[in-house]
């Protein structure tokens, strides 16, 4: 009986696997900008879909990092606020829903910032022009 039960919840393991996640997050596009007329940060444009069957919060679903020189830079989240027709990574998207959605960071300098999100998917931000 035990050997039976195993077997079902490695098959549930396994077959779970391969799933399509339920949040998932890309990269539209990024630049430097002030926030609050005193920070400079670095603004991750990204959508983000939430194909779960509840109400979500991005930040708590995916993950978007942002770096400088191998560092990683502190978020700046002013709850409510949109930024360029974005709303903020705190809002709740509905189920179902597809939502443009800005992550901001705080920069050290104004050297290139290299981004991480949920999936792997990697770019850099150059704040420069060169």
Known sequence: MLSIMLAGVLMLAVSGCGAEPQHKVSYVSGEKLTVLEQYDCVAVYTQYTND????????????????????????????????????????NVQSGTTADVVWLFELDDDSTVSVELSGGEKVEIPLTEE
């Open 52 to 91: 779960s069957s509840e109400t979500a919060v991005p930040a708590d679903e995916v993950s978007v990092k942002a770096f400088q020189n191998g560092v990683e830079l502190s978020p700046l989240v002013p709850t409510g606020d949109r930024t360029n027709g974005y709303v903020q990574c705190d809002s």
